[in-house]
T-cell receptor, first 113, second 113 residues
């Protein structure tokens, strides 16, 4: 079974500053990696996913993530954040059987004016 | 657009009551999932199903059961609700096989008094 760790429970950052949200995973089989975002009082929606190929993945709203197999990481980055990026961000892993989606505990990003 | 519908947005129940949470998806997805979301713990998988009448335990199945009599409907049952089951419950669905993103419902906030 796989597991997902997000070390930062809360990340405050000023508007237009860069941000990195950290995600590490562990698994005995190949996994596919995802970042989901949950805006206040809304459901979860997919930001981006890594399945194979290029280790740098670009998603919606200017976010990108880099898969690093040796460090078992999939950190999410954005070069310049907006107030509207304030949300909770979840990293997730799915095993290569296409089942068993596992989520990390989430990181609450607060963008300050 | 894929739609995952959870029957209730808010529910208030008493300790010991039997509680049914219903979830319906309209995209003929094979996989369906029930998660609970708690602050600081992220999303934890309760049960999932990859076919009609099939079910698999997730990470925290204790105190819950599920039913999948039809492909589009996946029900979560709390046999005897307890206060520690107060939580946000999220239903999701995905297509079988190769990695697919999860489509989430808007959630049911259950309060057990």
């Amino acid at each position: 079974a796989q597991s997902v760790t997000q070390l930062d429970s809360q990340v405050p950052v000023f508007e237009e500053a860069p941000v990195e949200l950290r995600c590490n995973y562990s698994s005995s089989v190949s996994v596919y990696l995802f970042w989901y975002v949950q805006y206040p009082n809304q459901g979860l929606q997919l930001l981006l996913k890594y399945l194979s190929g290029s280790t740098l993945v670009k998603g919606i709203n200017g976010f990108e993530a880099e898969f690093n197999k040796s460090q078992t990481s999939f950190h999410l980055r954005k070069p310049s954040v907006h107030i509207s990026d304030t949300a909770e961000y979840f990293c997730a892993a799915q095993n290569n059987y296409g089942q068993n989606f596992v989520f990390g505990p989430g990181t609450r990003l607060s963008v300050l004016p | 657009d894929v739609k995952v519908t959870q029957s209730s947005r808010y529910l208030v129940k008493r300790t010991g009551e039997k509680v049914f949470l219903e979830c319906v998806q309209d995209m003929d997805h094979e996989n369906m999932f029930w998660y609970r979301q708690d602050p600081g713990l992220g999303l934890r998988l309760i049960y999932f199903s990859y076919d009609v009448k099939m079910k698999e335990k997730g990470d925290i199945p204790e105190g819950y059961s599920v039913s999948r009599e039809k492909k589009e409907r996946f029900s979560l049952i709390l046999e005897s609700a307890s206060t520690n089951q107060t939580s946000m419950y999220l239903c999701a669905s995905s297509r079988q096989g190769r990695p697919e993103k999860l489509f989430f419902g808007s959630g049911t906030q259950l309060s057990v008094l």
